[in-house]
């Protein structure tokens, strides 16, 4: 499903990634582990074609991602679902409207969009805060908000960057539980986090960066560096 080519990124004299190589097969849960500035990040941004690859190729099911024009990207990004740190929710839209926004761009059918809206509210345990607006949720409800918009289009991955950096512990655990029973329902799961706890605690695939490069991959989740 996703495979990364010697792939290296490179921001004018700075190497983001160096001769990276890895493959991730469908309904794999996989942590892309390593400190500030390890690279994770720049995976998931290659991941979207929102940055392309200086070297080497990324692929993601049929498409060479690093050779889609801007035209080409809406049709990929269908297939993922984005979460990341800092929630990017809308703040003058309650819940049901965050959720349903990218469905309603699309002109999904009004009755469609309910259905799809509802089910994954209920799959994040939202479906009461429906009509709130985002001030009135806790930090751990604004990044469940986060992942029933991820979900709504039914992607085949998620990639979740940071998804727990603002969270406290009962939170993060929260978070953590729900995209590992998103994975149970068949969605391939990336997560990328510098939270030796939570990767130990999964105890599914490690990749391990530092400095860019890939220093391990350990199907064991371990993250001990």
Do not use: C, Y
């Given at each position: 499903m996703i495979s990364f080519q010697n792939v290296s990124r490179d921001y004018n004299s700075h190497h983001a990634l160096a001769d990276v190589s890895f493959k991730v097969d469908p309904k794999e849960f996989v942590s892309i582990v390593g400190r500030s500035g390890a690279g994770k990040s720049t995976v998931v941004r290659l991941l979207i074609g929102e940055v392309k690859p200086s070297k080497g190729r990324v692929i993601f099911g049929p498409y060479d991602v690093g050779k889609l024009d801007a035209k080409s990207l809406p049709r990929l990004r269908r297939h993922i679902g984005t979460i990341f740190q800092d929630f990017k929710l809308l703040p003058y839209k309650n819940v049901y409207e965050n959720v349903s926004f990218a469905l309603e761009a699309a002109s999904r059918p009004e009755r469609e969009v309910n259905d799809?809206?509802?089910?994954?509210?209920?799959?994040?345990?939202?479906?009461?805060?429906?009509?709130?607006?985002?001030?009135?949720?806790?930090?751990?409800?604004?990044?469940?908000?986060?992942?029933?918009?991820?979900?709504?289009?039914?992607?085949?991955?998620?990639?979740?960057?940071?998804?727990?950096?603002?969270?406290?512990?009962?939170?993060?655990?929260?978070?953590?539980?729900?995209?590992?029973?998103?994975?149970?329902?068949?969605?391939?799961?990336?997560?990328?986090?510098?939270?030796?706890?939570?990767?130990?605690?999964?105890?599914r695939r490690v990749i391990v960066l530092e400095d860019g490069r890939l220093i391990r991959d350990d199907p064991n989740g371990r993250y001990s560096i």
């Open positions: 799809l809206v509802m089910e994954v509210l209920d799959l994040v345990d939202l479906r009461s805060k429906a009509k709130n607006f985002i001030n009135e949720l806790s930090g751990g409800e604004k990044q469940r908000v986060a992942i029933a918009r991820a979900m709504v289009n039914r992607p085949d991955v998620i990639l979740a960057d940071e998804p727990t950096g603002n969270l406290d512990p009962v939170n993060t655990m929260s978070i953590v539980s729900l995209l590992t029973k998103i994975n149970e329902l068949g969605t391939t799961v990336l997560l990328a986090t510098h939270n030796k706890d939570i990767v130990n605690q999964l105890g």
